[in-house]
């Protein structure tokens, strides 16, 4: 299995721009994370789903940023417009089960706006 | 907030020494996680362990959970230098079918050749 695919890797923006990260989860899996990274805040959840739809949105920081999950096998996390405080390592994850399993991450997107 | 906070916040021993990080919840949990990340990759999943165990093995790792003090401990044994990364403590909180994982702050681990 390929793992959680996530793209861009890099991505460097300036400020106002619309950014999209793009994620790819196992397959089958029926849970989807995005999680935000900073040095600052650590790892924070900010929005999942389950079977596609949105279960818990309260980590999302603001309406700037949204989330949505098309189909199984796809996801984007949206930021519009970008600001530098959202610079950080945006990491997406994937689950098979019924929640609180172990889940499997991608390699991040790491984000710098400028 | 975060849910589980690690302790020592970074440690740097030996290569051959063990290395000892521990983990401590506010609220009740199903299962305790351990996680791994080396520099500028995603976590890595180690070992789970239920609410309703006390202590876990998987290879030089052994875990431990006290759910009474709301603790939990991650031991490495015979530490090598591939070892050093960062280490996460994430409890699953909620209902189930709804649980979510909470990361803590990390142990930042370095292992000295």
């Known amino acids: 299995d390929a793992g959680v695919i996530q793209s861009p890797r890099h991505e460097v923006t300036e400020m106002g721009q619309e950014v999209t990260l793009r994620c790819k989860p196992i397959s089958g899996h029926d849970y989807l994370f995005w999680y935000r990274q900073t040095m600052m805040r650590g790892l924070e959840l900010l929005i999942y789903?389950?079977?596609?739809?949105?279960?818990?949105d309260s980590g999302m920081p603001e309406d700037r940023f949204s989330a949505k999950m098309p189909n199984a096998s796809f996801s984007t996390l949206k930021i519009q417009p970008s600001e530098p405080r959202d610079s950080a390592v945006y990491f997406c994850?994937?689950?098979?089960?019924?929640?609180?399993?172990?889940?499997?991450f991608g390699e991040g997107s790491w984000l710098t706006v400028v | 907030s975060q849910q589980g906070e690690e302790d020592p916040q970074a440690l740097s021993i030996q290569e051959g020494e063990n290395a000892t990080m521990n983990c401590s919840y506010k609220?009740?949990?199903?299962?305790l996680q351990w996680y791994r990340q080396n520099s500028g990759r995603g976590l890595v999943h180690l070992i789970l362990i239920r609410s309703n165990e006390r202590e876990k093995h998987s290879g030089r790792l052994r875990v431990t959970l006290d759910t009474s003090k709301k603790s939990s401990s991650l031991l490495i044994t015979a530490s090598r230098a591939a070892d050093t990364a960062s280490y996460f403590c994430a409890t699953a909180v909620g209902e189930k079918g709804a649980q979510k994982l909470v990361f803590g702050q990390g142990t930042r681990l370095t292992i000295n050749p």
């Open positions: 789903f389950n079977n596609n739809v949105p279960i818990d």
């Open positions: 609220t009740s949990i199903n299962n």
């Open positions: 994850a994937s689950e098979q089960g019924s929640g609180g399993n172990t889940i499997y």
